[in-house]
Every structure is written in C-alpha cells, then in structure tokens.
C-alpha cells in the first residue's frame, strides 16, 4: 500500500481521520477497498447465520452468561467486582471493544481487551491474571464484547499506535513457514475463493470472541491465529505476545467501520 | 563427473548465471531459463506416486489447484487447474515450478516444493526440510507430463 498510488488515494481522508498525517506503509499487496470490505458472516451458510443470530441459539452466548456472572462476582484480595468500579456493563462498556487495542501509558505499549481485563484482574481486584484461552478470561471477554455489539468498529486515534498499526501491516504481508505464506495473499488477494473446500474469508476480527464449529467452543482471535500461522507450517507466537496484538491493531484497522458482532458464529 | 561435463556445467551457469547448488541436504540442479533440464534424481519419476502424491491432502497441492481427480471432493480454485499442465510445459519446466516457482514469479503464491532457505519462521516440524522430496518432486514431474488433455 503506497499513499501515492491511484488506488489507494481513497486512504488520505481517512488517514486524516485517524489523526495520521501519512500513511506511509509498503506492502507487495493491495488492501481491499472499504467499499469492499465483508464481514465474515456475509458468506455463512443459512443455518449458522440463524444461530449467530438467535440469542437463544448462540453457544457463544453461554461464554457471555457466564461473563456476566464473572462481572458482578466479588474476586481477590480486594474482594471487589469489575461492576464495583465499571457499574452496569450495559452502557459503561458499550463501544469499548470496538476500540481496543488501545495504547496503555503506564506500560508504554498497547494492550488487546483481554490483556486490560487482566491488567484489572491483578491491579484492581489483587487476584490473579486469567490463563489465556481460560474459560474465565474468553467469558469475560465476551460479556464486554457483547456490549459492542452492532458498534462500528473505531481504531483509537492515538499516534503512540502508528509504530504498532506499521508492524502489524509488515507481518500481515510477510512470508512465513515452510509454505512461505503471507496473510495478505490469501486474505487480500485470493479471499472469496476456495482452498480446498474452504472460503477464504477476508479476516475480519468483528466477532471475537467466537463460537467455530470447528472448536465446538468460543476462542479468542490469538487462537484463530496461530490456526493460520500453523497451516503456514509457521512457528506460532506464545499467547500474548506482542506480534498479535500489532496484529490485530492492523486488523482492526482494516475492518474499520465494520460492526462488532461477538460473539459470532462460524465455521 | 569427467573434464568435459564439468565444462559443459561451468558454460550453462556462465551463461544463465543461476546455479543453485545444494541446500543443506538438498541435491544441487542446474537452471536454465525457466527449466531444471535434468532429474533431480538422475532417474524418471514414477506416474503413478506422483498422482498419489499430488491428491494426498499433507502434500498441499489441492488446497489451490483442481485437476482430473473426480474421486476428490475438495479442490481448491486459486490457482489453475492441473489439466493440460503437460501440453503446456514440459518437465523440465514443470520441475523449476514445482523446486522453486518463486524464481520465474518473485510474488507467486505457489510455495517452493524443494527449498530450505530463505524462509521464516518455519515450525521446528519442517525446518530443513523441503516440503517435498527429490524422489517425489520426480514423480510429481513424471504425472503431470502426462496431462495432456487440456
């Protein structure tokens, strides 16, 4: 992606309106024109649309009951709740996970949602951070992403983020493992068309964290990653490091505008 | 190899000027423009393993590719079809495409069959090792040969 090129002059308003004063990134790939940008539920089949769609079908909404309980429950040596501080979910976190990863001062780098759930876990409530892919840490992450739901999604206009968003674009478009992948040739350049009998979808992050039915469980966007990374026959990240979450600001970057639907359904 | 070969090997690599020598435990082979002439093996691939090996789903090829495999279920659509490959190139074509395709198409999605360096990140699984071996690079080679019908 080259500001200057014909294609992409659609990016300078909305450079400016991030608050960049350029972006000025290289990648070997075009980027998906916003006009043009699906979210993955757009290609579901018929079924597993009504099952997103339907509250009372959800499995992902049992993960989001059992955050609720999570949120109003009394934890650590505090012996305080996220509710104590947050009050009512309902409209203190509404919008929140449609503009997370956000830049975190006191630690100078940007954290993902569940990375502030258990910044609070341990300063807050003094208890113990959550594992990653725990049952607690995806519940928790879904109660508070639920509340974005339908919320477009919103990258934080903060300059401090630029380095990680130029990091996250670089990975995205570069070569890994043994099949010397990208991300980018498949989801930008080859999405909508089938590897083996699977659509490739544009790689959206709207929906996490989601129910697949391929895990017959809700996981976070780290665990879908390292899905990709390791049919790369790449050597995955450990969970929470750092490359994902610039990974997933450049994600959420490039869904801007699309709606958060956690949890989503798919397969 | 006698005097004579060996010059004829210094004249090719003069003139083309792409010697790959051989990768950690791969075989080296010689280009020339956009072909590997001879086997990697110095012998012919085997039709029949080289079918088996292209519609075996850990080898990759179908993820992309479709081809006359009505017995396959999934086939995949980024890339054209196996049909006709041997009317369309001959084998030593078809084995730089399949050793290193990233020589003739620097931004070519198609993954390097036979190459172990200049790669990232590969899982300890596969590191140093060529997704496919010299012996079934040849048999690969042998059975698209034989897809002449378009």
Known sequence: MIVNSKRTQWLAPVAVMLGFAAIEVI???AEIPLGERRSGYADLAPDTKAMQDDDTANPGMLWVQDGEALWNAKSGAANRAC?????????????????????????????????RINLCRVERQQASAFAYESKELLSLSAFIGKQ????????????RLRPFLEAGLEQFNRRQGQLNLSCGQCHDDNWGKRLAGSLIPQAHPNGYPLYRLEWQAVGSLQRRLRNCIVGMRAEPYDYGAPEYVSLEIYLMWRARGLPIETPAVRP | MNVRRCALLVLLCAATGTVASGQGSLRPYVIVDDAIPASLTGTRG?????????????????????GPFPEERFQGNLSPSLKGTGARWNEGQLRLRLVDASRLNAHTIMPSYYRVEGLNRVAPAWRGKPILSAEQIEDVVAYLATLRDE
């Open chain 1, 27 to 29: 990648s070997a790939h």
């Open chain 2, 46 to 66: 085997d039709p029949g393993r080289g079918r088996a090996i292209v519609v075996a789903r850990q080898n990759t090829c179908l993820l992309c590719h479709s």
């Open chain 1, 83 to 115: 509710a104590d501080c947050h009050n009512d979910a309902r409209t203190t976190m509404t919008g929140v996970a449609a503009r997370y990863p956000a830049f975190n001062s006191k630690l100078g780098r940007p954290i993902d949602l569940e990375q």
């Open chain 1, 148 to 159: 974005s739901r339908g919320e477009p999604i919103a990258p934080p206009t903060d300059e």
